[in-house]
């Protein structure tokens, strides 16, 4: 179940944003780098929401405990990262996103409802180094291979998959 045929905005169909948000698909929410804001879609998706479903097996693939503290790759929307503050606390919650545009929406709907993770604009792929090391470290964007500050600035010997789940052990 694909949305990126279909244009919803909010305030133009309340109703059909609100089937869009909760049906269990993805949802495109920026096309070609925000440059594409005409009716139907744009060229390249630029920026998503994830299946909630997918979104809920990647959190559960993290398997993050209380007091780990976990760097995210792709703000987006902004809803992992607040998913993530609701079981981990704000403080150990750091987001990294490449369009400042989109980090500041995300940063605005995070603190609407009253979660203040770090939210970082640059290069995810760089990582965040200046508060690392992280127990954990998921990407919710689009990576070809996994970069070496990711594995630089996770935690060494935490759980039985290591700091990036099944797909890195150091």
Not at 39 to 53: D, E, F, K, V
Not at 113 to 142: E, L
């Amino acid at each position: 179940m694909n949305r990126q045929d279909d244009r919803v905005i909010r305030s133009e169909t309340p109703e059909s944003w609100w089937e869009a948000v909760w049906t269990d698909a993805p949802i495109t929410t920026q096309w070609d780098d925000g440059k594409y804001t005409g009716p139907g879609r744009g060229r390249t998706p630029s920026c998503s929401n994830s299946m909630p479903t997918m979104v809920f097996s990647m959190l559960a693939a993290l398997d993050v405990e209380a007091g780990h503290r976990v760097l995210e790759i792709g703000t987006g929307t902004g809803w992992n990262a607040a998913l993530l503050c609701h079981r981990l606390g704000d403080m150990n919650v750091v987001t990294v996103e490449v369009d400042a545009q989109i980090a500041a929406t995300a940063r605005a709907r995070l603190m609407a409802a009253d979660f203040h993770p770090k939210v970082i604009v640059g290069d995810g792929t760089r990582g965040y180094g200046q508060d690392a090391p992280y127990d954990r470290i998921i990407a919710t964007c689009s990576v070809g291979s996994i970069p070496g500050q990711w594995t630089g600035q996770a935690q060494t010997g935490v759980g039985d998959r290591g700091p990036l789940g099944p797909l890195v052990r150091r």
